[in-house]
């Protein structure tokens, strides 16, 4: 024989019915009649609880919310049962709904609701259904007997949440099968009486506990409570969109992750299949055909490190601290006496090494009758100090990583915290149980969400490295970032388990931030059709409510004002990624402030492309000075436009013609006279010179502006080159000076410790930038081990395609790093 539960969910509709009514009749034509275990339609026991306190509190409106649950269940039998047949059905159904009808109208009238008599107002609910549910089986030609076990389950007298007397229990369960074995029966769930015939319930989800309470007095051959889902989830897919169904579990697994939360099961209904050996499969009535999750004493060993993880959504911390507390025997067994009491469950409970500190967790409602309870328990103490204080926190989830396997393998717990500390989640409380299959800790409430998405991907999608990306600025440089990505996007998943998902968007005029990924090959239409107005300081605060793991901010704009939300991202962990050197080569102070957040708050802050776009200048000069080596002296060409222009520059064609070519092929500011004035370059030397380690500003630098004074007022950019057409023979005069001296002009920023240079230079052909071509960027770097032969890093060091790729291969490197360090890891 099988025991069939179906929950709220399943029998929440006719159509839903349906699918129940053919799950039944199979079983049934397979072999023996199974016992069949109902909870209320959807929703209407919560109906009734708010029906309840608003005739308690003489609210006419529950006469409302009444006809509407009473027009429910009567077009439910008018499409459930065959027409035929629905007079003798409704008949009955509006005998049992006048019987609530009186019962509801005495405590109106008297405005008082006992916790007895809300125990059989809230029962209605299943005697409805069972109801329906027997007569279409009986209707459609399977034969079912309506079965209130209000006659069968037998508790104390703990209203609301009562205890079953397993001895009666099971003896009346037992009888009622044996005299009626050859026919389906439909039971109520949830609902039972005392010895005295009062109704009681089993406590919200206590159908489930009815369905297990039947397979134990008859050794079911299986339970199987059939939900809205494939079986028991390795996480609350509500939380974690990428939850899966485990095949397998056992018993105490199954009662770690319903008792921290996982709804598909309720927790007492472990314990009476756990004693007699029964298994509990977890189905969906939607999809019968999905195997689900077995419960079972028989569970693999080889299925994963951990089952699964569940949480807590609210919780409360209270922890009492003293110094009297230390070497006394008896505190705990004190503190749970006066709680247990005033009937106030504990969750979690730690304790510090010394005795100073108790931490126990309890519901935000218990929380002041907890604290009160200890108080007056420890009076005494606190009155003579022996006890500093009792202090309540909340605002509080717990969260339980679960599974008999983590017994087996060491290091779990480090793997667990390790994952949690890369993405800035603070851990507030920690306990483990002695079976070790189950580390329980404390969070934040709003960093669950985070908390359950990080632990799930490192262990159920173990390889797999996903980034969230939050992109500002979708100019040349963000735009070809993102068209690179959406190239790319596959390769890096199938080949290296790297898994990219866009987040936010914005430009200048338009935002979107959103949980769900923005497709990388439609990120315009998308920011098009769903796009708002900009502004920085909502993309941040949008950015950090998404709290999501593994999250980076690309700034791609050249913006000087978007530096101000780099500390904001860095201190709730966000690594932040940018081609943008305004920052850097800002003051020292903030240069060093963000390289230390990010170090404090376990993230990464890189800018690779701030110098040389796609060379790995800044890892590498970070490599040399971590691993002990000095930089001595910095020369270099480090501006791919002026590169461009003065290895273009041979006479042949005018030096305003190569000025507008290069801004033509994308090497140039939009205003080249950002590039001719050679502050960029100096940016560039002085964020070299601080990742070498020196603490310099920007005036410290001697900067050879080469836009000429009779051009840098122009109003417009065609105005400028209109402008620089009139000393095209100033410069072809410095040209053919260095020609005439077998030497070619070169614009060279230099460093050795002293005063910082950016100037334009005569070189000959020894020099080792001479034959330097195209838009090439080069550095020399001279340190106590590369002294009499510099190392040497060349190659382009303009264009969108380089710095897009510079920028994608900082954000693997973030993606890759297990420990995130600072801007040169």
């Known amino acids: 024989m099988k025991v069939l539960k179906f929950g709220g969910s399943s029998v929440g509709s006719p159509e839903a019915l349906e699918n129940v009514f053919s799950i039944i009749s199979k079983e049934a034509k397979s072999g023996k009649p199974p016992v069949v275990v109902v909870s209320a339609f959807r929703g209407v026991t919560d109906q009734l609880f708010e029906i309840a306190d608003l005739a308690a509190a003489g609210n006419r409106r529950y006469r409302d919310i009444l006809e509407e649950m009473d027009a429910r269940h009567l077009t439910a039998i008018r499409k459930l049962v065959p027409a035929s047949h629905q007079t003798d059905v409704i008949t009955r159904f509006k005998i049992t709904f006048n019987e609530l009808e009186d019962v509801l109208q005495g405590v109106a009238l008297t405005c008082e609701l006992t916790a007895k008599t809300l125990d059989f107002i809230v029962g209605f609910g299943e005697r409805f259904c069972a109801l329906i549910l027997a007569s279409m089986l009986n209707t459609r030609g399977v034969s079912a007997l309506y079965s209130d076990t209000r006659k069968l389950i037998k508790t104390d007298e703990h209203f609301g949440m009562a205890n079953v007397l397993t001895a009666p229990t099971y003896r009346n369960i037992a009888s009622h099968i044996e005299t009626n074995s050859e026919t389906v029966i439909v039971a109520t769930g949830f609902i039972a009486s005392t010895e005295r015939q009062e109704s009681t319930t089993l406590g919200r989800g206590g159908s489930d506990y009815t369905a297990s309470l039947f397979g ?18 390795t996480a609350d897919p509500g939380k974690v969109q990428r939850a899966f169904p485990v095949s397998k579990a056992s018993y105490e697994e199954a009662m770690e992750l319903s008792h921290f939360g996982a709804k598909v099961i309720y927790p007492p209904t472990i314990q009476p299949a756990l004693k007699s050996g029964i298994p509990i499969a977890i189905k969906n009535t939607f999809k019968p055909e999905h195997p689900g999750t077995l419960i079972s004493d028989q569970a693999t060993k080889t299925s994963g490190i951990i089952r699964g993880i569940s949480s807590i959504d609210e919780i409360a911390l209270i922890s009492i601290k003293g110094t009297g507390m230390i070497g006394v025997s008896g505190v705990a067994s004190r503190i749970f006496n006066a709680l247990a009491r005033k009937k106030i469950n504990i969750i979690l409970i730690t304790q510090s090494s010394s005795e100073h500190t108790v931490t126990i967790a309890v519901l ?75 580390i329980s800790f404390v969070v934040d409430q709003e960093n669950e969400r985070k908390a359950m998405n990080t632990l799930h991907d490192a262990f159920f999608l173990a390889g797999v490295k996903s980034v969230n990306l939050f992109v500002v600025g979708l100019g040349l440089i963000g735009g070809r970032l993102l068209e690179m990505l959406a190239e790319q996007a596959k390769n890096l998943f199938d080949d290296y388990q790297i898994e990219i998902n866009l987040k936010g968007i914005a430009n200048s005029n338009r935002m979107l931030v959103r949980e769900e990924s923005i497709p990388l090959d439609m990120w315009q239409g ?13 993309f941040a605060l949008e950015v950090k409510k998404l709290n999501l793991p593994n999250s980076i901010f690309v700034d791609c704009t050249a913006s000087g004002d978007i530096q101000r939300i780099y500390p904001e991202f860095l201190k709730k962990s966000i690594s932040v990624v940018t081609p943008n050197k305004l920052a850097n080569s800002s003051n020292q102070e903030l240069f060093d402030e963000l390289q230390k957040m990010a170090f404090q708050h376990n993230c990464a802050y890189r800018y690779e492309t701030n110098v040389g776009a796609g060379l790995p200048l800044i890892g590498t000069m970070h490599e040399l000075v971590t691993t002990g080596d000095h930089v001595e002296r910095i020369e270099g060409v480090l501006s791919g436009t002026l590169s461009y222009i003065f290895n273009n520059f041979d006479g042949s064609v005018p030096f305003s013609d190569i000025v507008r070519e290069a801004r033509k092929k994308g090497y140039t500011e939009p205003d080249p006279r950002e590039d001719l004035n050679g502050h960029d370059v100096g940016r560039k030397l002085l964020i070299l010179a601080r990742v070498a380690g020196y603490k310099l500003e920007f005036e410290d630098i001697e900067i050879e502006n080469l836009v000429p004074e009779g051009a840098m007022e122009a109003e417009s950019t065609e105005d400028f080159f209109e402008a620089l057409k009139k000393y095209d023979s100033e410069f072809e005069s410095l040209r053919l000076e260095a020609e005439k001296k077998d030497k070619k002009l070169c614009y060279i920023a230099r460093f050795d410790g002293g005063k910082p240079t950016v100037v334009l230079e005569k070189i000959d052909k020894d020099h080792p930038f001479y034959n330097l071509s195209g838009s090439d960027n080069i550095v020399a770097l001279y340190t106590r081990h590369y002294n009499e032969h510099p190392m040497v890093i060349q190659g382009p060091g303009a264009g969108a395609d380089v710095t897009a790729g510079g920028i994608i291969a900082d954000i693997l490197r973030v993606t890759n790093t297990k420990v995130f360090n600072n801007a040169g890891s």
């Open 216 to 233: 134990a007095a008859l050794s079911a051959e299986m339970v199987e409570i059939w939900t809205d889902v494939d079986g028991l989830m």
């Open 364 to 438: 935000p409602a218990d929380a002041g009758r907890a604290k009160m309870a200890i108080a007056d328990e420890f009076a005494g103490e606190v009155e003579s100090d022996a006890i500093d204080e009792i202090k309540v926190e909340t605002d509080l989830s717990v969260i339980a990583v679960v599974g008999d396997n983590m017994r087996q393998i060491p290091g779990i717990a480090g793997r667990v915290f390790n994952a949690l500390g890369r993405n800035g989640i603070n851990i507030v409380a920690i306990a483990q149980g002695s079976s070790e299959r189950n």
């Open 526 to 538: 998308e920011l098009e059709k769903e796009g708002y107005g900009m502004k920085l300081e909502r």
